[in-house]
């Protein structure tokens, strides 16, 4: 299994906005279709979010959720991976809901507060196709990204006995440290499996200096029992995660984290971004995972033990 390089994509996310591309799926149906379109390109892991589908607005509501999560969980045998992330403004109890009543293989749990804007992209659109957009774009230097020592004992005394995997997600270097305090007190005994997140206004900056820093301080805090992943917003997307797998990791890609295939181009979908790195990773001499591989990777507890039919 050495050899073998996870692709999890994350398909819509809950920052980028229908205006900034037509391509990022909102409604139930284009989210499923674009999940199995991933699948089927090499992605062995979905990350799902879910938006209103009458404007694209990022939502907990579990009847959206459920609009999309069958015809996915029926279609492939890709692990489904369920946020609590969800969108900044949203309440951790909005942001936990769908995870409680799924019980997917994975859910993703961040692992501190922190800032986190992305105002900058308000600037570059005049027309707006919803209302609400411009002002959750623009407000987003406002934004506290709530994730408590608080929030995250509750998650996983929420979850404890769902058997779910969890997504530790990790935006700075004491994310790291907040994680291995946890572990240190009990928690998350099993092998971790960390997504370094780079890129984020508000967050570790996406460079190669420190991508070796973080993902070697989470090997020491880790040991054998880490599994590593990154994940890198906007145009550093690709080289980041491909420099992630050259350093025996694995990588996420999608439309949550980058709207574009390669500079000024949009991405037309998320299995265009899936195709493009496994591409790369296997020109590099690496294989792409299958579903099955990524579960006894990681230690999954198998799709017929989720709550999704």
Same mark, same amino acid.
């Given at each position: 299994?050495?050899?073998?390089?996870?692709?999890?994509?994350?398909?819509?996310?809950? %920052? #980028?906005?229908?205006? +900034?591309?037509?391509? *990022?799926?909102?409604?139930?149906?284009? %989210?499923?279709?674009?999940?199995? &379109?991933?699948? &089927?390109?090499?992605? /062995?892991?979905?990350?799902?979010?879910?938006?209103?589908?009458?404007? =694209?607005?990022?939502?907990?509501?579990?009847?959206?959720?459920?609009?999309?999560?069958?015809?996915?969980?029926?279609?492939?045998?890709?692990?489904?991976?369920?946020?609590?992330?969800? !969108?900044?403004?949203?309440?951790?109890?909005?942001?936990?809901?769908?995870?409680?009543?799924?019980?997917?293989?994975?859910? /993703?749990?961040?692992? $501190?507060?922190?800032?986190?804007?992305?105002?900058?992209?308000?600037?570059?659109?005049?027309?707006?196709?919803?209302?609400?957009?411009?002002?959750?774009?623009?407000?987003?230097?406002?934004?506290?990204?709530?994730?408590?020592?608080?929030?995250?004992?509750?998650?996983?005394?929420?979850?404890?006995?769902?058997?779910?995997?969890?997504?530790?997600?990790?935006?700075? *270097?004491? #994310? *790291?440290?907040?994680?291995?305090?946890?572990?240190?007190? $009990?928690?998350?005994?099993?092998?971790?499996? @960390?997504? =370094?997140?780079?890129?984020? +206004?508000?967050? %570790?900056?996406?460079?190669?200096?420190?991508?070796?820093?973080?993902?070697?301080?989470?090997?020491?805090?880790?040991?054998?029992?880490?599994?590593?992943?990154? *994940? !890198?917003? $906007?145009?550093?997307?690709?080289?980041?995660?491909?420099?992630?797998? +050259?350093?025996?990791?694995?990588?996420? @890609?999608? +439309?949550?984290? !980058?709207?574009?295939? !390669?500079?000024?181009?949009?991405?037309?979908?998320?299995?265009?971004?899936?195709?493009?790195?496994?591409?790369?990773?296997?020109?590099? =001499?690496? &294989?792409?995972?299958?579903?099955? &591989?990524?579960?006894? %990777?990681? =230690?999954?507890?198998?799709?017929?033990?989720?709550?999704?039919?």
């Amino acid at each position: 299994m050495k050899n073998k390089v996870i692709i999890t994509c994350a398909i819509t996310g809950g %920052i #980028h906005t229908p205006t +900034l591309s037509k391509y *990022l799926p909102y409604k139930p149906e284009d %989210i499923a279709r674009q999940s199995l &379109e991933a699948a &089927e390109a090499g992605a /062995s892991i979905l990350h799902l979010h879910a938006r209103n589908p009458d404007n =694209g607005q990022p939502t907990g509501d579990i009847n959206i959720y459920k609009q999309f999560l069958g015809s996915i969980y029926n279609n492939t045998d890709a692990v489904i991976n369920i946020t609590t992330g969800g !969108s900044p403004n949203m309440t951790p109890e909005e942001r936990l809901a769908a995870v409680l009543e799924f019980q997917p293989e994975m859910c /993703s749990l961040n692992m $501190g507060s922190m800032n986190f804007s992305f105002h900058p992209l308000a600037n570059k659109i005049k027309d707006w196709q919803f209302e609400w957009e411009e002002e959750y774009i623009r407000n987003s230097d406002a934004f506290i990204f709530r994730n408590t020592f608080h929030d995250i004992e509750k998650n996983y005394n929420l979850t404890k006995n769902l058997n779910i995997k969890f997504e530790h997600e990790c935006y700075d *270097l004491s #994310h *790291l440290y907040n994680l291995a305090f946890f572990r240190s007190q $009990g928690y998350f005994q099993d092998s971790i499996f @960390v997504q =370094g997140v780079f890129g984020i +206004l508000g967050g %570790i900056g996406a460079s190669l200096d420190n991508l070796a820093f973080m993902k070697n301080t989470a090997q020491k805090l880790f040991g054998d029992d880490l599994n590593w992943s990154t *994940l !890198s917003a $906007g145009k550093t997307q690709i080289s980041m995660v491909t420099h992630s797998a +050259l350093m025996g990791g694995h990588v996420r @890609v999608g +439309l949550e984290d !980058s709207l574009f295939l !390669s500079k000024g181009q949009l991405a037309e979908s998320n299995a265009s971004q899936v195709k493009k790195i496994r591409k790369i990773i296997e020109e590099l =001499g690496f &294989e792409v995972a299958t579903p099955d &591989e990524a579960r006894q %990777i990681l =230690g999954l507890k198998g799709k017929e033990a989720v709550n999704i039919s």
